[in-house]
T-cell receptor
Framework: QQQVKQSPQSLIVQKGGISIINCAYE??????FPWYQQFPGKGPALLIA?????SEKKEGRFTISFNKSAKQFSLHIMDSQPGDSATYFC????????????FGIGTKLQVIP | KAGVTQTPRYLIKTRGQQVTLSCSPI?????VSWYQQTPGQGLQFLFE???????NKGNFPGRFSGRQFSNSRSEMNVSTLELGDSALYLC???????????????FGPGTRLTVL
């Protein structure tokens, strides 16, 4: 049972283009939504995160858009570069209690020159 | 500050064998979580330990077990290995339990387990 649905699973973008990865969730108790970036041979690393009381968060070329009513959030990578080629995971956390981090299935991004 | 280390990095086993994987968290971190990563399933939560106590467990069979030592180092054991256990096993450490909001988990590079 996948509580966080991520799409697409693979994405090819031209250098300089915009990469968009989408995630949707069902559990309205989730209250923290991080994105992780994973390069081959490495573990995932936190890229950017958002709380549901904010509709957008931007850090450099990376932006999270959050739609609480639709229970959807997305990652936008502006001016995509070959160095951005990696697998991206969205995640959702329900704070408090004994809750675990729920990850999306991942999106393999390839930025071609 | 040294990152999360996992040993071994690669492991090849045969069906029916058992395996033990090790994870050393970042110094000062008391929470260690384990994940199984496969192409078809993504990152699946196995369990989390905090101060030597298992706080949470994912939906994996009892063949998967773990423990945490007083120095926060953690081990994961898989008994009676099956072909489907082939995966990248990741551990992540954090200073506070993973369910806490705004808490960052730091991942190790993983152990690539191949079951033949």
């Amino acid at each position: 049972q996948q509580q966080v649905k991520q799409s697409p699973q693979s994405l090819i973008v031209q250098k300089g283009g915009i990469s968009i990865i989408n995630c949707a969730y069902e559990n309205t108790a989730f209250d923290y939504f991080p994105w992780y970036q994973q390069f081959p041979g490495k573990g995932p690393a936190l890229l950017i995160a958002i709380r549901p009381d904010v509709s957008e968060k931007k850090e450099g070329r990376f932006t999270i858009s959050f739609n609480k009513s639709a229970k959807q959030f997305s990652l936008h990578i502006m001016d995509s570069q070959p160095g951005d080629s990696a697998t991206y995971f969205c995640a959702a956390i329900q704070s408090g209690g004994y809750q675990k981090v729920t990850f999306g299935i991942g999106t393999k991004l390839q930025v071609i020159p | 500050k040294a990152g999360v280390t996992q040993t071994p990095r690669y492991l090849i086993k045969t069906r029916g064998q058992q395996v033990t994987l090790s994870c050393s968290p970042i110094s000062g971190h008391r929470s260690v979580s384990w994940y199984q990563q496969t192409p078809g399933q993504g990152l699946q939560f196995l369990f989390e330990y905090f101060s030597e106590t298992q706080r949470n467990k994912g939906n994996f069979p009892g063949r998967f077990s773990g423990r945490q030592f007083s120095n926060s180092r953690s081990e994961m054991n898989v008994s009676t290995l099956e072909l489907g256990d082939s995966a990248l096993y990741l551990c992540a450490s954090s200073s506070i339990p993973s369910g806490s909001s705004y808490n960052e988990q730091f991942f190790g590079p993983g152990t690539r387990l191949t079951v033949l």
